[in-house]
C-alpha cells in the first residue's frame, strides 16, 4: 500500500477493519470471525456500565 493513510495507519491489505471506541481511538485492528465477536461484545457491555 503506498497511500499515506494506509502508511499511516499500518494497513498492509485489503480488507482491513478498525474498531473504534465511542473517543474516535483504535481499539483493534483486522479482527475476523471470533475475534471480531468478542471485542464487539465487550465493546458494547461496556456501553451499559
Not at 480488507?15 to 474516535?24: C, K, Q, S
Amino acid at each position: 500500500m503506498n497511500s499515506q493513510g494506509a502508511q499511516t495507519y499500518g494497513v498492509r491489505q485489503i480488507p482491513y477493519n478498525f474498531l473504534i471506541d465511542a473517543e474516535g481511538k483504535i481499539i483493534a485492528k483486522n479482527l475476523r470471525a471470533d475475534g471480531l465477536h468478542v471485542a464487539l461484545d465487550k465493546l458494547v457491555s461496556s456501553f451499559n456500565n
